[in-house]
């Protein structure tokens, strides 16, 4: 089953203008983190932003903030203030803590363009 | 200094040949991945090494093998290489298996001809 969805498969967003990325999950363990990478053109994964299923506030790192609704299961990528470089490939993934030994799982990722 | 690098950064080989991938991590983690990455961009794991030892072994076929001689390298190695094997390959590493997140080499991208 599908733990992982992101519903749009493309974005597009003015330059300085801010975007919301979406992500829904799907666990029943109570204890998981959340994880938002950045995939460029050029191919490498970067680390953005983390939440922790009991983090009591948002995670914010710079211009990246995380939408986190609990009930909803939704973890959504907030990016501020557009820049060209932000184009690129972003994947929602998520770790169950609790399930064993899992990995992080990814979803489809949504590709973010910037226009100037 | 690159925290998770892996090599060759581009791999092209005929059919039926044999291949490795290298990957080393310099940041003292105790698990390390392969992760397949589809053209579709769609990431699957592959497997999964905690201290050296496998843990996690999705639907991979047996011709992919990966090797950690210790904990800071995990190599992939792939037997009778198959055109649906072409796809960039990922290294990861992450502290533990909880909630860290994991960080990413620069993939290798395999082309079988």
């Known amino acids: 089953a599908q733990k992982i969805t992101q519903t749009q498969p493309g974005m597009f967003v003015q330059e300085k203008e801010a975007v919301t990325l979406d992500c829904t999950y799907d666990?029943?363990?109570?204890?998981?983190?959340l994880f938002w990478y950045k995939q460029p053109s050029s191919g490498e994964m970067i680390f953005l932003i983390y939440?922790?299923?009991?983090?009591?506030q948002n995670a914010t790192e710079g211009r990246y903030s995380l939408n986190f609704q609990k009930a909803r299961k939704s973890a959504n990528l907030v990016i501020s203030a557009s820049q060209l470089g932000d184009s690129a490939m972003y994947f929602c993934?998520?770790?169950?803590?609790?399930?064993?030994?899992?990995?992080?799982?990814f979803g489809k990722g949504t590709r973010l363009s910037v226009i100037a | 200094d690159t925290a998770v690098s892996q090599t060759p950064k581009y791999l092209v080989t005929q059919m039926g040949n044999d291949k490795s991938i290298k990957c080393e991590q310099n940041?003292?983690?105790?698990?390390m991945y392969w992760y397949k990455q589809d053209s579709k961009k769609f990431l699957k794991i592959m497997f999964s090494?905690?201290?050296?030892?496998?843990?996690i072994n999705e639907t991979v076929p047996n011709r992919f093998s990966p090797k950690s001689p210790d904990k800071a390298h995990l190599n992939l190695h792939i037997n009778s290489l198959e055109l649906g094997d072409s796809a960039v390959y990922f290294c990861?590493?992450?502290?533990?298996?909880?909630?860290?997140?994991?960080?990413f080499g620069q993939g290798t991208r395999l082309t079988v001809v």
């Open positions: 666990t029943s363990d109570p204890s998981y983190g």
């Open positions: 939440q922790g299923s009991y983090d009591q």
């Open positions: 940041l003292g983690h105790d698990t």
């Open positions: 993934a998520m770790r169950e803590r609790n399930s064993g030994n899992t990995p992080l799982v």
């Open positions: 990861a590493s992450s502290q533990d298996l909880k909630n860290t997140e994991a960080f």
């Open positions: 090494y905690n201290n050296k030892e496998l843990i």
